[in-house]
């Protein structure tokens, strides 16, 4: 079945930076577009970033654009999110996504704390 699973996410200072990977499994991934996500404490979910199957095309929502860089490896079935500059209001609980065939799926989600 299909399987996603996120780590790197923690506590960043404003300034920092992380880098998120989602490993995934139970689908030809090198076929697929995957997108990140994130919810803020008591907003809804709101989508960040999206890579084409190939990496050839990457999409940026406004708020993270210049600073957040998504990127795939293929040959290990995993997707990026290098996030730099990292705001306070960039805390959020930050999803990877593919739409696989009529489903969409979801991670388990990492946690994401910018603060001094």
């Known amino acids: 079945q299909v399987q996603l699973v996120e780590s790197g996410g923690g506590l960043a200072q404003p300034g920092g930076s992380l880098r998120l990977s989602c490993a995934a499994s139970g689908f030809t991934f090198s076929t697929y577009a995957m997108s990140w996500a994130r919810q803020a404490p008591g907003k809804g979910l709101e989508w960040v970033s999206g890579i084409r199957s190939d990496g050839s095309d990457t999409f940026y929502a406004d708020s993270v654009k210049g600073r957040f860089t998504i990127s795939r490896d293929n040959a290990k079935n995993t997707v990026y999110l290098q996030m730099n500059s990292l705001k306070p209001e960039d805390t959020a609980v930050y999803y990877c996504?593919?739409?696989?065939?009529?489903?969409?799926?979801w991670g388990q989600g990492t946690q994401v704390t910018v603060s001094s």
């Open positions: 996504h593919a739409r696989v065939g009529l489903y969409d799926y």
